[in-house]
């Protein structure tokens, strides 16, 4: 592998606001044709998808699920 940025190096490495219309349209031709790559390689859809086989989480035991407190009614 070489060390010498081509051009989609180039492009990704500039400043956003510098960029033009062409070069924002050849970014998005390159990552077009990469996901097309991945799709059409053996083996499907691109990235594997996880095993859901595996029992469910409860997120409020581990303390990632919001709950509301109770409501204090005053008399």
């Keep these: 592998m070489t060390n010498t940025p081509n051009d989609i190096d180039l492009l990704m490495s500039a400043d956003p606001l510098d960029m033009s219309d062409a070069d924002i349209d050849a970014i998005i031709a390159y990552n077009r044709n990469q996901r097309a790559k991945r799709e059409a390689a053996p083996g499907g859809k691109g990235r594997a998808k996880k095993d859901t086989a595996g029992p469910a989480l409860d997120l409020a035991k581990l303390g990632l699920k ?8 005053r008399d």
């Design 66 to 73: 919001v709950t509301k407190p109770g409501v204090e009614r």
